[in-house]
Every structure is written in structure tokens, then in C-alpha cells.
């Protein structure tokens, strides 16, 4: 199994930019790199994935190096509402099993005023 | 376009009661999975089925036994509580790849059922 390193808290400002990275070191050739937010009292909630090279939705930013040991979620312009638990997963892939879907703690990120 | 629907969404039991959590889901998946989250944890898989007539233990399956009633539902069931069960409970399942190029699976949560054991 892939095992995720996560920061356990970060904070920001309103309208700044943030990013969170994720260590994945012993990450496998056909492993996806997945970004889950949850909100208190809610489930968590696909937000992007990728697998190598950068990635980019309505919602976020995910950087990939070429040695895909590591990963980048980029959040443009935070809001209070960004305000969550965010996971990084790695695994996931095309005939991979089920076991691989393992969350971490997550990082927490909080936005200020 | 519901999603995966839990209930119930709180409930209070006391030790050595017995109760069923019940989630459905709309989406035609086919794998669906029953995590447990505590306060400042992360989640941890209890138990999960990838497919109608199939269930798995997870990471942390005593205690619960759960039920792949048909392809919809999935139920998990604690016999007999106890304090260290209290916790959220959230059921998902998972959109499933169809080939090497089509990306990773993808799970889709429910809202979680809050369950405290006195």
C-alpha cells in the first residue's frame, strides 16, 4: 500500500493562494493521486485527481512531478468556505483492489478573515 | 440525483444494544464500503463489498457484521454496542474504471449517521 504524508493543519487568509502537498514516496506504476475535501458533519467529497503532470478544474490545481513521489493541491484565492479536512489518496487505479483506498488523517486547513 | 442516502442520521443507543445502519445508493456502482471516523482521525474502513453477494472485512471490522442486500443497499449491524463504537459512521461507494487509461476509482460519500453508545 501507498502511504500518504500529509501536513497536519495549515492556515490562511482570504484570497491567498494554498497549497498542500503530499508525500507518497513508494507511490506504484498504476497508482492515481485523488484529493478528498469534507466539511464538518458531512462526508468527504471528490475534489481532483491525476496521475502525473499538472491537473486543473473549477475547484483546484494538482501538480505532479515526473517521479510522482509527491503531489500539490493548489486552491487559488481561498474563501472561508475552503475551511475543511483535505486527504490525499494514492492508489485507485484500473484493477488495483479495494484495499488501496486507505485514508490518512488529512490536513486540516483553516481560512481566516 | 441522490447519491448515496444514510440512515438514520443520529442515534443514541445504550450498551448492548443492538441497531442497523441502512445506505442506499443510486449510482449502479458496484463496490460499497461502511468507514468509521473519529474525532481528529481520519477514516477507517470497517467493512466493504465489492459486489451484490460479496462483503470483505476492512481495516477495523469487529464488532459490526454487515449485509449486501442487493445491489442498492448495503447495511451494517452492531449486535451489541459498546462505548468504543461511538462514532460517524459515513457508507460510500465507488465509481469503478473500465480500463487503464480511464483514470482511478472514485468514491462517493454519504452525509453520515452519528451514533453514540452511553
Known amino acids: 500500500l501507498a502511504k500518504t504524508t500529509q501536513p497536519i493543519s495549515m492556515d490562511s487568509y482570504e484570497g491567498q493562494e494554498v497549497n498542500i502537498t503530499c508525500s507518497h514516496n513508494n507511490i506504484a506504476t498504476n497508482d492515481y493521486i485523488t484529493w478528498y475535501q469534507q466539511f464538518p458533519s458531512q462526508g468527504p467529497r471528490f475534489i481532483i485527481q491525476?496521475?502525473?503532470t499538472k491537473v486543473t478544474n473549477e475547484v483546484a490545481s494538482l501538480f505532479i512531478p515526473a517521479d510522482r513521489k509527491s503531489s500539490t493541491l493548489s486552491l487559488p484565492r481561498v474563501s472561508l468556505s475552503d475551511t475543511a479536512v483535505y486527504y490525499c489518496?494514492?492508489?485507485?487505479?484500473?484493477?488495483?483492489?479495494?484495499?488501496?483506498?486507505?485514508f490518512g488523517k488529512g490536513t486540516m486547513l483553516l481560512v481566516s478573515p | 440525483n441522490a447519491g448515496v442516502t444514510q440512515t438514520p442520521k443520529f442515534q443514541v443507543l445504550k450498551t448492548g444494544q443492538s441497531m442497523t445502519l441502512q445506505c442506499a445508493q443510486d449510482m449502479n456502482h458496484n463496490s460499497m464500503y461502511w468507514y468509521r471516523q473519529d474525532p481528529g482521525m481520519g477514516l477507517r474502513l470497517i467493512y466493504y463489498s465489492a459486489s451484490e453477494g460479496t462483503t470483505d472485512k476492512g481495516e477495523v471490522p469487529n464488532g459490526y457484521n454487515v449485509s449486501r442486500l442487493n445491489k442498492r443497499e448495503f447495511s451494517l449491524r452492531l449486535e451489541s454496542a459498546a462505548p468504543s463504537q461511538t462514532s460517524v459512521y459515513f457508507c460510500?461507494?465507488?465509481?469503478?474504471?473500465?480500463?487503464?487509461?480511464?483514470?482511478?476509482?472514485?468514491?462517493?460519500f454519504g452525509a453520515g449517521s452519528r451514533l453514540t453508545v452511553l
Open positions: 460510500a461507494s465507488m465509481r469503478e474504471v473500465e480500463g487503464a487509461s480511464s483514470g482511478a476509482n472514485v468514491l462517493t
Open positions: 489518496l494514492v492508489g485507485g487505479g484500473w484493477n488495483s483492489g479495494y484495499s488501496t483506498l486507505t
Open positions: 491525476g496521475y502525473k
